[in-house]
């Protein structure tokens, strides 16, 4: 059976992955992230939902109508089935929605999909082109396999978690959810493979995505230097492992300022403008091995020069002699800098309801494409009927019986 082409579905966006299809089958974030991803691409994404909602939908403190923060922040482009898959008719629901796409991603604990009559390999024998992503905590085998896990508890085991916060201080989460968020990108990055792979040898396949490998994976460098060298490095702070000169200082007006001087020339530069050139002849800061192994005598030097003068005297003056700087920003000063804007790196959404929202936006262009509009997040279950109707032909009487039996449901149906 080969993969079969889905219809356009009303308000599908034009994209490099148009003509896909993705069954959506996951909550919370990872999952989400990575179908928002792939949607923002061109993919129809179908988001199949319990009665009850995707989780986030609920998750406080702010709100626009019935609808979690979190969760418009990363379900734009997708359309909504609310499926009892408790019942019989709901899991045959799911299963044929399955056979009639592309791709399917779930979150479910490891073996929860089999229960419920999805079972990759069994649906993989009807639909050999079925691409299959789980995406879990610790994976589908192993010694972890059962356990929860969140993205705090990956950060945590994978040893990210114990680089982050001042040096001597104790360690703390990332601001940003890096456990999450990266599960969702190696998850777009294995579908996508595994479709460009398909369409050479038309086969599908299981992909087993796990949020503790992707961190361990992010270790990077810090993995390198511990596999080889045996170091066990504590909270990184400020400051860089190989850098002196690749810091944050504090400023005169209290703001950070992020320097990455990591060439000699970069680092003379900048002792020119600071002031402090007479450090260019001692020779413990010579070179950068220099500077790095003396940085307890040099830091201070630093530290007492960025503050004679606020943070963008500093970042004016480094620019223009071409080296990196950057202010650290607040959130509000991020989202509204004329670099982010200029990207349209905050995207506006608005739906027939009334509902206008700003988000976070896709950082994916394309040289050809000007800037498309997006889909507004789904209201639970909206698009449940014409769903059905496209993708599987069902007819209107065989439609409102799911309604009627309460394998569907649609929020914005006045009598559902």
Known sequence: MSS??????????????????????????????????????????IKVEPHSGDASRSIPPYFVGEDSAYYLSVNRNKRSLAVDMKQPAGRELVRALALRSDALIENFRPGVAAKLGLDPAALQAE??????????????????????????IVQALSGGMSMTGERDGLPVRSGIPLGDLAAGMFSVIAIQSALLERARTGRGRLIDVAMLDCQVSMLSYQAAYHLIAGVV?????????????????????????????????????????????????????????????????????LDRAFRSHDAQHWVDRFRARGIPVGSVNTLDRALSDPQVLHRQMVL????????????????IRFADEAQASHRYPPALGEDGAQVIAEVLGWDDARIDSLF?????????????
Do not use: K
């Open 4 to 45: 079969p082409a889905p219809t356009t579905p009303t308000g599908t966006r034009p994209g490099p992955l148009g003509g896909l299809r993705i069954l959506d089958l996951t909550q919370f974030l990872s999952g989400p992230y990575a179908t928002q991803i792939l949607g923002d691409l061109g993919a129809e994404v």
């Open 127 to 152: 639909h050999p082109g079925l691409v299959w992503c789980s995406l879990s905590g610790f994976g589908q085998d192993g010694p972890y396999r059962e356990l929860p896990a969140y993205d705090m």
């Open 233 to 301: 490095p504590g909270p990184q702070g400020r400051e860089h492992d190989s850098f002196a000169t690749y810091r944050t200082f504090i400023a005169g007006d209290g703001v950070n300022v992020v320097v990455c001087a990591n060439t000699d020339r970069m680092w003379e530069d900048m002792a020119a403008e600071l002031g402090v050139a007479h450090l260019l002849a001692d020779p413990r800061y010579r070179s950068n091995a220099d500077r790095h192994a003396n940085r307890d005598t040099l830091l201070p030097e």
């Open 348 to 363: 506006p959404l608005a739906d027939a309801r009334g509902h206008d929202i700003r988000v976070a936006g896709n950082p």
């Open 404 to 416: 009627a039996s309460g394998v569907l449901r649609d929020a914005t149906r006045p009598s559902s």
